[in-house]
């Protein structure tokens, strides 16, 4: 079994950076990949990068330029880098750990407001 805690979110004004973190502790077996997602009030899941094993990573189209998704393999910890935050950007943002095995793993998220 897979912990896993999502820090660094907050209140930021628009233009500004946060760095949240997805830290896993517990069984962990090989990595395969993570993924952070966003959900604002009434609005669908929206992925927003995803990092592999091998470090090869991909963004939504909303968020390409200002976020970078990397990690941490010593300690367990996947990062996205959040900067030129906008008001859209405001959302509740998850990890999801996918094991190389197959079984994946969710936070609890951070909830993030860009705002004024």
């Known amino acids: 079994q897979v912990q896993l805690v999502e820090s660094g979110g907050g209140l930021v004004q628009p233009g500004g950076s946060l760095r949240l973190s997805c830290a896993a502790s517990?069984?962990?077996?090989?990595?395969?990949?993570v993924y952070w997602y966003r959900q604002a009030p009434g609005s669908g899941r929206y992925r927003v990068a995803i990092?592999?094993?091998?470090?090869?990573?991909i963004y939504g189209d909303s968020v390409k330029g200002r976020f970078t998704i990397f990690k941490d393999n010593a300690k367990n910890t996947v990062y996205l880098q959040m900067n030129s935050l906008k008001p859209e950007d405001t959302a509740l943002y998850s990890c999801n750990w996918w094991e190389a095995g197959g079984r994946s793993y969710w936070g609890q998220g951070t909830q993030v407001t860009v705002s004024s």
């Open positions: 990092i592999n094993s091998g470090g090869t990573t």
């Open positions: 517990g069984s962990i077996e090989s990595l395969a990949a």
